[in-house]
């Protein structure tokens, strides 16, 4: 994660916490893949979502701004990055990041090989398969921008197994319809959110495409949907409680 990483989250992370709140059926789900451990380093830990709350947490967090807006009942973020854990080996029981990983540009193979330096149980890496998250409506139809993003920045989940070794589970997490998170992926069911600025803003998908795309894609999404083909293309998923929209638990335990 070189310095570049700072000041984009710093930018990216401004109001984060008031539409990006934990999932419970999500957060239920890291849990469970923590295991027993019961000393965790949660990696680019950011607004605190998703951290366990019963176990002694390392919050890893270069960006002032994201560890800014952490809760006070959470203990303070270290100013770190992914690729260079101020760890030693084997020194916490598990290791998790969530949507993280997309932001350690050149440092990500370092840094998913730091997870599993310093823990010696479960790595736990909630992230996204670009092959699945490129054919949702929203990528494949109005911003292909983000599909080739994602395409560079997100390693598939089998690259990710390669450089953990040892043994590795990979799991489709679909989205709820009701999530309170709202990834770039819960857009699914909401297109309507693609014209709320505050919740564009808060995805790293459009926080990082130009003015000029943004507003074409809004443009776009707001003609669509008030002309109807929006619903005659898409409206079935209004029907969906949840969707396969790319995002993928991987689970790796030593071997």
Known sequence: ???LSTPRYD??????????KEDPRLRDRIL????????????????GSYEPRDRHVVAIEPSDVMAGQRPRELAPAIRATADSLPLRDGSVDAAMTVLSLHHWDEGQERGVRELRRVATGPVVIVTCDPEVSGAMWLMA???????????????????????????????????????????????????????EEDARNATSG????????????????RRDLADGTWDARHGHLRT???????????????S
């Open 32 to 47: 469970a893949a923590l295991g027993p451990a019961r000393t965790v380093v949660n990696v680019g830990a950011g607004a």
């Open 206 to 221: 459009f926080a990082r495409m130009e003015p000029a795309v943004v507003h074409r894609v809004v443009t776009a999404v």
């Open 240 to 254: 969906l409680d949840e969707y396969d929209a790319g995002l993928r638990l991987v689970l790796n335990l030593p």
């Open 1 to 3: 994660m070189p310095p």
């Open 141 to 195: 139809d109005y911003l292909p921008e983000v599909a080739a993003l994602d395409h560079r920045t997100f390693p598939r989940p089998a690259q990710l197994a390669a450089w953990l070794g040892g043994r590795t589970e990979i799991v489709a997490v679909p989205i709820p319809r009701d999530t309170s998170d709202w990834t770039l992926m819960s857009f699914w069911a909401h297109p309507e959110r693609v014209l």
């Open 11 to 20: 930018h990216i992370g401004q109001g984060y916490a008031h539409t990006r």
